[in-house]
Structure formats: structure tokens, C-alpha cells
């Protein structure tokens, strides 16, 4: 072609690696946070990375000490794209660490690439069965919780509270399906009816429509993000709230309450977290949270913070030190910090043992709607897959 | 003398082969140079453009040479993502039997899928298209053995002879530059051959087409299964780069920004689009380091690309020039 | 299933089809008479959501809210026209498509901006904030009613509107024939905006009545836009008539499917084999339509005729 | 008189309530130029789009060098030797002069369009190109893009295309429309020469160059054939001059 063509080439052959190769230096902690920043799963990302960014800024921007750098990546939820997005942080930007995760079909994606390059990766919410059993790695830990164990909790409050008949609906992917395997672990009556929706579906008449003339005992879902919202207006829209128990599971949060607000009052769901448990963590925690972005946080946010307090911790057992993994793991297994739900550690797969309650969605005092602890139903429980992990 | 004339002004070939061979030389020395600095993610990204380059260079040549716009080329690429990973399922991991093998099957989707769409034209065309890469996309999320909608690793990375070739940075780099070369050179003599020919003019000018006594219909559904199956080898690397292969590869927005690249390089040069494919992604790449509203960013790159009639950025350079 | 159970199947699928025609309405109608791919067309319908959420939560006062929504949206469309759209439309189908792929972008992310990434919520209108109970245990809400209502008086006013006035004589021709019509004195560009501006009302209008259904988020134009484009190449490009059947006919097919394919599999598969195709054949089918369709009728049901 | 080249016998197209060609039957003999006359909506390009197989009839037949071609598609019939210039001029505009003749030549080469060459260079393929080029006059413009040329050059251009394929019968849909005089003098000429050699089905307005061109006149009214014969006879039809004294035409 041109010689003006070719030197514009030449110019991004050399300006392009200069531009994304730069910020190679070694001095600060530098933390790759990979999260779900756009499209409509956006707000959970947002509260997870604000939780994180809140204990990083509570601590002076220091994590062990160490003046810290928090590189902050939006995976748009495209498994893709967040592999080439960790390869960047692991290898353009040479972080220490990776931390957050929204997505379990992000997490499968960039575990293998973490693990392969020895960089321990500790997950804000994603925590996806393989990596609980047969794939888990020396380099994941899971500040979060196992994906199976929030509808295990449902499940089990079925069964206790005596429901024979119940219909299942979740987003007709794996997720889903891994969400009514662990509901019905717990639950031994009869399900009526599984209904699978496609995933990013906005109106449920038709689903609604069928559960009631189904006449269940209790409906539970899994209804992430907006499917969630939409679900919930419509669930109260349609007359069946106070009619049909509505039991959940990442559907009724404080990401969704409020654009939901009075239509989800009194629907349950399942979680590890509230804002009310009752801890001087706990406290703290959610008040400065509020103060900080004006709104209360979610479960995405208490495991996002517990997160950055959880490397924190490890950071400072290790002296500052990331070089040396294998005592930069122990200092991380030992769950060396003060987690907002009260007790916590971590099993020999990396995942928590901890406690799981159902909550409910009230209005507060001042108006807002969040979530409130009714009753626990495990104790420091452990996950259904730990066995089937190698690791001791 | 005036046969003289004639062959001057008909030397077709000889200014896109050289965009061509400028373009893979561009890339060739990144990649040396991204080599040479042992800078792993930077292979990593240039690995991307090539692979992403073939991708959009399949469609360009259905769009600029053959005047059939698919608004579901993504379902190609991911089609060949998922033979891949289907195939290493079962063990097949050798590029010689993985190659011909994703070719041939998403070149036969496509040659099915255009026999249908190809009746209609135009803007029913184009839904058509979207159409089957909807219905392969609800195919893909519904086969839960292989991940469903969440998707899945691949169980190991190609082969070729046994070797392997895919398994470093630099290997994959230079595997997915020698398929854009092969692609971006094939595709551009292509257009010049007898067969070429007859699809440029149909593009253009169906009826004249017609009335000289070719079957329009046959040239344009060989053309779209040629591009599949490109699109499908494109797919294979890119199942091998990212180890990982979901539905998400065959979501209509993928669809959507394969058409901008090709739009964008210029509708009608085949380098064109493997500039258009690099610059998109080093848009997204430098925005998205700075800022999570990137989308926002590209987007008015986009408009003003059009209103400004940058939207051909070949014809930008060649204006340039004058 | 039940009688009962698949009538009340059939309203929910006529009140999804209504809000597709909304926005099909107007995306055939600038397609057809414009010759122009506006791809940002379900920008208008989630900036129709968006701002009359901001303005009825303003005004505490769902009318007034849905007036000034309407009008700001209109506002920002006839901004977007000006700047960008009148500019495509003298280019290629190409460009179109690129340019206005552009704007869902930058309009998209900017919503992000201004509005935050969390949904938000439009509080329907306390009067028609009831239900009626149709069938024993559901209640069916007003508002669906009112959306199916809403959708049968716009597509009588549409009908009017092309089959009786001058300026309906000039967009049906001008869909046919824009020499003619240049010919015959119209200001053509003229009528062009008038068109633009009312399929970009009718699909703010659409958002609107959708919001109190939905959660209001940046993205919620794009499912609409593709199935709208869907609709408009069924009913057949130009065809308002073409896009009122066509959009019912979506709204029935998909509503149904996903009520009843997992059942009406489960007739001939085992259980488990339904389940899982059960949901995927439901997102397919209205796609299936579409091909088929275009297989037996390549310019759609009403194409070729111009609007009618 | 030998067998004919073309025979139609009883073509019948209607579209809706409108009847576009009744029962037409004609027949064009080898060598002859067959003139197609008639006023403003009479049905000829229609016609000619039946012939040249675009188009369906709805019944009748149409019958080429012996053989029943009705229900063969347009491609079909270009191959068996039938080639058309439309009567809006209809050439591939971003392709130079020489393209075009190359792509129509293509069409007739026995090793279709398989083959790794370049088109553009293969010798055979440009020898027959410049000779068809040659015919029409258009040699020096070869280089030049087919959009850059006048009406005029474009209709001779088309004739090339046409004369490249050797073809067995030309279908002219009004070559002169559209032309000036000098050039459409020119391609009259051009159409002499061509005379005797191919047999053409010709639609032309302009009287004088029916009249000194053709062998047989055909004159279609409302879709249906008014009568059919030697120019002089045809000319002093009744019919006829009632048909174009409507038009206002000579």
C-alpha cells in the first residue's frame, strides 16, 4: 500500500508494546481483581469490588503493610475474555495475587491459567463444584462459599419446615441445574415440577402462571441479577406472594432490593452473610460500607471485603513476601483474619467452613430494604465435595 | 500496445498483496518483537488479533466479495471452537485430523444453513443468518455434557504431528499468524481467480450474472461454506488459546463486532479487515485499561468512524496518500 | 394443562406480542419508508424506560412521569437523529449498521454512567396496580391488561393513520416509491423525520409500558431489538399489518413454548431427555419460525406490498 | 425456411388480474433479425424475460435450437447459447471493460471457473475478450471501468459480452434507448455488421432502425401478437398505425 500506511503500522507495532508493557515495576503488592463490571449482572461485580476497594482503603492502602495496588479487570462475563484478561495481570502486569470472580463459568475458565502460572487466586463469590472436589488447586481459596451450599440451605429449610410438594425453577444453565442438585440434597419431598427459563429471561408470566395452577407447598429459584428483579415484581404482581412460600437463593439481595424494594418483602432466601449478624466486625463493616457508597451492601460485598482482609492477614504472617508460595499458601490457609460473618476457616480444599442461614428481606428503619438472619441451619458446615479433593 | 495498456491497468493482484504481505509483516515482527522482550501476554494479544483476523477476514470475504452479510459469523467461529473441544473429548488433539475435521463440519452447517438463507436477500438475509446462529447457540447451551451454557476446558491443547506446538505463547502466536497468512493470501488470490470473478460480479450485479449463464446460487453457497470453515479453523485456536470453549463465543454481539471490523477496514479489502480486527481490539484493549465505560469509548470511535466516512480505513490510508 | 391454564397462556403471550409490535411498529416503518437498518432503535425503548422511571419517581405521579419520560426520550431521539441518523441514511445498509451498532454502545454505557449499574424500578400507576383473578390461585394484573389494551388502540390508530390520511398515502408510497413521491412535491426528508420520530415514540411508549414488568437496566434494548427485527422480517419489511401478526405471532409461539414444550416432550422422551431439551427447543423456536417463514415466503407473510 | 431457432408457441403470463402476455406464438429463423415492436406497456421486455428464462411463463412453451428450454432456469438457457442485453444497460460498473468481457466469456469456457490462474491473465480467455471488444469498437476503452463509459459505449459493451459467448440467438431489449444520435448511428452500424451472422430477437422504438435492420417485424399489442411479416407489410398495417398513432410516435 502506502508508506503512510506503513509507518502507522510500524508506529502500533512499537507504541503498543511500549503502552502495555510498561507498568512492569515490582515495588507495591499489586492484586489483580477480575469482576463483572458491565451488562446486566453488573451491580453484583460493582459490590463485590466496592467491598474489596472499602477494606484496601480501611487498611491505608496497604494489605500486610505493603503499599498495595488494586488493578481492577471487567471480565464482561465472557469466560474468554477474562482468560486473556488474567493473562494480561499475571503476565503484562505481574501481579502477586488475583482475587474476585462473580461468574462460575469465569471461574472454571481462569482457575487453570492461575493455578499453571503459581498465582494464588482467592474467589470473592465464584465457587463452582470441580474446584471444590476433583480440580481443586494448592492455589484457590474461596473466601466466599461453595456454589451447592446456599441451596443446600433452602433445601434443608424445606424439609424442616415440612413442605411435601415444591417446583423448582432455575436459569436453564449449569448453574442452575447445580442449584436444584443441591436443593433437593437436603429436601425429600416431592418436586413437583423443575422449570428451566432461558438464561436472561425477562418476563415469567408463563412460568407463574404454571406454578400456580401447580398448587406447589413452597417454589424455590435461583434467579441471579436482573432475572431476579424481574421475577420477584412479577412473583408479587401476580398475587402469589404470602400465597406460596418463596424460597431463593442469590435472588432476594441487597443488589436487587432496590429495584425491588416492597415486592420482595418477606421472600427468603439462603445465604452465609447479613448485615445484621451480630458481630463488631459485622457492625462496622456494613456502616462504613454505607457511608462509603450510600447504599448496603450485599453478600457480594461482605465476601469481597473479607477477601481483601483475608490476604491482609496472609500478607502480614508472610512478612509482605509473595515469593515464597508454599509459606504464602499456609499463611493463607490458616484464614488468618476476622471475617464479618463471625466464624471462620477454611477446609483442605480451600473452601470455607462456616455457617449458613435463611434470611429475609425487611424494610429498615430508614426505608431501606435489606436482609435479616431468621434462622440458621448449618453449623460450621463444610461442602459435599471436599472429599474428592486431593489435597491434604 | 494497447494489449500494454490493458495488462498495466488490469494487475489486480498486485496492490492487495502487497496490503496483504505488508499486514503479516506488521504482525510477524510484533510478534518477534513481543518475542525477542519475553513479553508472554503481549504474544498472547497479538496471538488474539491473528486469530480474530481470520475470523473477520472469513466474513470480509463474504461481505466484500461476495455480498452476502451474515450477521451470525460468530456461530462459525464457536462451531469450530466446539468441535475442537468435542473432539478432544474424545481424544482427537492432532491438527491434522482436528483441522480438516472442524473445516469440514461447520463448512457443512454452513453450506445447509445458506441453501435456506440464500433464497431470501437483503435484510432477510441477514436475519436468516442470525436465525441459524441463534438456533446453534440453544444447541450448544442445551448440551450439558459438554458445559452447557456455562461452557468448558478443553482437556489439552492441539497438536500437530504430535508435537506440541500450541502449547507456548510463541508456538500459538505463530500457528494463528500462519493461518491468517494462509487465509488473508488464499482469500485475496481467490478473488482474482475465474471463480472469483463470477462472485464479485455477482455481488454486484446479480441479474448480469445470471444472464451470462452462471449459477449465481451455487458460486455464493460454495463461498459461504468456504467461510465457515475458515471461520471454524479460526475457532480452533481460539478454543486453544483461551483453553476454554462456551456458547458465549457464539452470542450475536460477537456476531455484531466481527461486521464492525469488517466495516470498518474497509468493506470491500480483504486487509482491510485483519487491520479492521486490530484495531478494535487494541481500542478495547487500551480503553479498557483505563476506564470500565470502554464500550462507551468505542462506540463514538464507531459513529465518527462512519459520519466522518473513516468507516474505510484502507480508503483513509490511500487518501492519505494523495 | 389445562383449558384454563393454556388461555390464560395466551394472554400472557398477546401482552408480550403487544410490546414487540410497539417496537416493531416503528422499526418497520423507518425500515421500510427510510430505507434506513436502525439497529439503535431498542436504545429508544430502554431510554423510554429509564427516563420515565427517573420522572415518575420525580413527580410521584405515573402520568406526568410517562409524559415528561416520553418527551425526553423523544428529545434525546430527535437529538440522536439530527447528529447521526440523517446523516446514514444516505449511506450504505453497511454503514447503518455499523454507525448505529456504534450508538448502542456509547448510549448504553452512557445510561451506565448517568444511572449507576443496578437496576432500577418504574412504579406502575396505583390504579392500575391491581389484579384480577382469572384462574384459581394467580392473579392476573391489571397492568398486562392494560399493555394488551394499550397495543390493540395504537395498532387501530397505526391502521388509521396509513389506510386514511394523506401523510399515511405518502409513507406507503414512499415505502414503494420514493421518486414519486419526491416527484409529487412532498418534502421528503420531511416526512422522513415525522416517520423516525413516531417509530422512536411508539418504542420509548413500549419501554414505558414495559418498565413496571422489568427491571430497567442498559441492556434491556438489545433482546428487544433483535426479536422486533424478527417480528418486522416475518410480517415483512414495510407491512405494519405484516408487524401486528407478526409480533402476536411471536409473542404466542414463545410464550407457549416455554410453558409447554418440556411437557409436550415429555409425552414422547424420558423425563430427564425432556428437561434438558425441553428449554433449548423453546428458545429456538421462535428462530424456527423465522426460518421457515423466509424458507416458503422470502420476503415475509405481507412483504412486498409496501405497508398496508 | 429451416427449422427455427427459437419457437415460442402459446405463452401465457399473467401478474394478479393482469393478463401481460396472451397466447403469444412466434418463431425466429437462424440468421434473420426478428424485430419486436410494440406501444408502451405491450408486454415485450416481459416477454423477452420469459424467453431469456427470468421469468415464468404460466403456460405455453418456450422451444430453443430444438430443444423445450420452458422450465430451464436463466443460467441454463445463457449456456445453451442465448444472451441477452437488457433493456436498462446492465454491465458489472467497478469491473474495467475487459473484465466484463472476461467474466462473459467465462461463462462458455468448458473448464467453467475451476482453475488457480488469475482470470484476468489467462491468454485465451483475453484473445476472445479483445476479439468481441474489436466487433463493437471498444478496444482503447479496455483498461478503462465500465462506469466511466457513456450510454452509448455501455450497450456495445454489452453487445461484446454478448458476442464473446457466441452466441445462437441475441436478445436486444432497445440497445439505441437512451443514446445519441452519432452513437446510436454507430451502433446500428455495429448491428449490421453483426447481421446474417446471429439471429436477434430485437425491441426497438426508433422506426428507422427497425425498419433497416430487421427481416420480419412482429407487432405485440396488449401482450397478445397483432400480426407478424416483412417490414414493408407490417408497415402498412392498420393496426399498426393505429397502435403508435395512440403513441404519437411515427
Redesign the interface.
Known sequence: MTSSFRRALLASAFVAPALFGAAAQADPVKIGFLSTLSGPSAPLGVHMRDGFLLAVKELGGKLGGQPTEVLVVDDELKPDVAVSKVKALIERDKVDLLAGVVFSNVMMAVAKPAAEAKTFLISGNAGPSPLAGKACSEYFFSASYQNDQNHEVMGKYAQDQGYKRVVLMTPNYQAGKDSMAGFKRHFKGEVLDEIFTPLGQLDFSAELAKIASAKPDAVFTFMPGGMGVNLVKQWSQAGLAGKIPFLSAFTVDETTLPATKEAADGLLSGAEWAPNIDTPENKAFVAAYEKEYGVAPSLYAAQGYDAARLIDGALKATGGKTSDKEALRKAIASAPFKSVRGAFKFNTNGFPVQDFYVVKAVKRGDGAYVTQTVSKVFSQAADAYAAECPLK | M??A??F???E??R?PL??AA??LV?LA??IL??WA?G????L??LA?VAITATAALSLSCL?GQAGL?SFGHAAQVGLGAYVALIAGEYGIADLTLLAPLAFVVVALWSAVTAA?AL??????FI??T???A??AY??M??L?RF???????LARRATLFGAPVLKTDLGLALAALALLAAALIGFV?MT???????L??AK??E??????????FR?QLYAYALAGGVAALAGVL?AN????V?P??MN??RS?EL??MV??GG?TSL?GAVIGA?VVL?IE??L??WT??W??G??????A???LRG?DL?AL??R??R | MNASLLALQALNGLQYGMILFLVAAGLTLVFGVMDFINLAHGVQFTLGAYLTASFVARFDNFALGLAAGLAAALALGVLLEIAVFRILTRRSHLEQVLGTFGVILVVTDALRLVYGPAPRSLRMPEALSGAIPLMDGLMYPLWRLAIIAAGLVVALALWLLVAKTRVGMLVRAGSTDRETVSALGVDIERLFVLVFVFGALLAAFAGAMAGPLLSIEPTMGDNVLILAFVVIVIGGIGSIRGAFVAALLIGLVDTLGRAFATDVLKLVLSNATASAAGPAIASMLIYVLMALVLVARPAGLFGGNGPS | MSEAILSLRDLDKSFGALRVTRKVTLDVAPGEVHALIGPNGAGKTTLISQIAGSLKPDSGRVIFAGEDVTHLDAPSRAQRGLARVFQISNVVDSFTVLANVVLSALATETTAWWGWGVAMKDPGLRERAFYALDQVGLVERAPDQAADLSYGERRALELAMGLVQNPRLFLLDEPMAGTGREESRRLTELLRTLKGRTPMLLIEHDMSTVFALADRVTVLVDGAVAITGAPDVVRADRIVREAYLGEGEP
Open positions: 494497447i494489449e495498456a490493458a498495466r491497468q488490469d489486480p493482484l496492490r502487497r496490503a505488508l499486514v506488521a515482527a510484533a518483537v513481543a522482550m513479553n508472554a501476554w503481549w498472547s494479544f488474539r461481505i452479510v435456506l433464497r431470501t436477500r437483503g435484510v432477510y436475519m436468516l442470525l436465525a441459524f441463534q438456533m440453544f444447541i447451551q442445551s450439558s458445559g452447557g451454557d456455562d461452557g468448558m476446558a488470490w482474482e481467480t475465474r471463480y472469483g470473478l463470477v464479485r460480479a454486484e450485479n441479474s448480469r450474472a445470471l444472464a451470462s449463464g452462471f449459477r449465481v458460486f481460539l488459546q483461551a483453553e476454554f462456551s458465549s463465543y450475536w454481539h455484531g461486521i464492525v466495516v470498518l468493506a486487509p486490530a487494541i484493549e487500551a479498557g485499561h470500565e465505560f464500550k462507551l468505542l462506540g463514538l470511535v464507531i459513529v468512524a462512519v459520519l468507516a484502507s490510508f490511500g492519505a496518500r
